[in-house]
C-alpha cells in the first residue's frame, strides 16, 4: 500500500503546472496570515506571512516584468500595482497600523483568477 502511494504522489507531482505550483504557494501564505491576523499573541506568525507574502510578490513582479512573459500588458500593470500596494500595506501591518485583510482579499482575487485561467485553458 505505501508503495502505490508513493508512486501515485510522485505521478501527481509531475503533473503539477507552474500555474498550480503559483495557486499553492500563493493559498499556503494567504492562510497564514489569515490565521494570524488580529491575534496580538501570534503576531511573529503574522510577521513571518507578511514577509513570505512580500518575498512571493517580489518573485511574481519580477517575472510580470520580464520582456517574454506572455500576459496581456494591462493586467501585468495591475499586478505590478497590487506589489507595490502589498509591499507598502505590509508596511503599515508590521507597524501595527493596518489589518492584513487587504492583503488576504487581493491573494484570493489572484487565486480565483488562477483557477480561472487554468480552467478556460
Keep these: 500500500m505505501l508503495q502505490a502511494q508513493a508512486a ?3 505521478n501527481s507531482r509531475a503533473t503539477k503546472t507552474p500555474r498550480d505550483t503559483e495557486y499553492d504557494a500563493i493559498a499556503h501564505i494567504t492562510h497564514r ?22 518575498r512571493l510578490w517580489t518573485i511574481l513582479s519580477v517575472d510580470v516584468a520580464h520582456p517574454d512573459n506572455p500576459l496581456p500588458q494591462d493586467l501585468k500593470a495591475r499586478l505590478l500595482y497590487l506589489a507595490e500596494f502589498t509591499d507598502a500595506h505590509s508596511s503599515r501591518v508590521l507597524k501595527k497600523e493596518a489589518s492584513a485583510a487587504p492583503l488576504i482579499e487581493i491573494n484570493t482575487a489572484v487565486m480565483r483568477g488562477l483557477r480561472e485561467r487554468t480552467d478556460v485553458q
Excluded at 489569515?34 to 506571512?49: I, M, N, R
Aim: charged fraction near 25%; hydrophobic fraction near 35%; proline fraction near 0%.
Design 8 to 10: 501515485y504522489g510522485q
Design 33 to 54: 496570515m489569515k490565521s494570524a491576523d488580529g491575534q496580538a499573541e501570534l503576531f511573529t506568525e503574522l510577521v513571518t506571512a507578511l514577509h513570505e507574502n512580500r
